[in-house]
């Protein structure tokens, strides 16, 4: 069974920059996609960003263009979220997740790692 781990969350000022990873146990893994939501306190789960494995085709979010970007090292198994000039409304728990197939739905997530940005 495929474990997605996260890391990389943690507390940060208005402004800061994180760097937030997610990495595949399988070393044979090799999903179609990996992607990156969160989810704030009371609010829904939501998409921040996907990356295709193979190619490194890129989709965000419309809210999180600018400031986010998703990329992936293939041979780590990893995908990583930059979050630039973070904002108090960045605060949520961020998962990881992966896609086996191009049917669009994400197979296996992670526990999450929570962003907690002070104004």
């Known amino acids: 069974q495929v474990q997605l781990i996260e890391s990389g969350g943690g507390l940060a000022q208005a402004g800061d920059s994180l760097r937030l990873s997610c990495t595949a146990t399988?070393?044979?893994?090799?999903?179609?996609?990996m992607g990156w939501f969160r989810q704030a306190p009371g609010s829904e789960r939501e998409f921040v960003a996907a990356?295709?494995?193979?190619?490194?085709?890129?989709h965000y979010s419309d809210s999180m263009k600018g400031r986010f970007t998703i990329s992936r090292e293939n041979w780590k198994n990893t995908v990583y979220l930059q979050i630039n000039s973070l904002k108090p409304e960045d605060t949520a728990v961020y998962y990881c997740?992966?896609?086996?197939?191009?049917?669009?739905?994400?197979?296996?997530w992670g526990q999450g790692t929570q962003v907690t940005v002070s104004s």
């Open positions: 399988e070393r044979t893994f090799s999903p179609y996609a």
């Open positions: 990356i295709s494995w193979v190619r490194g085709s890129t």
């Open positions: 997740a992966a896609g086996a197939t191009d049917d669009g739905g994400f197979d296996y």
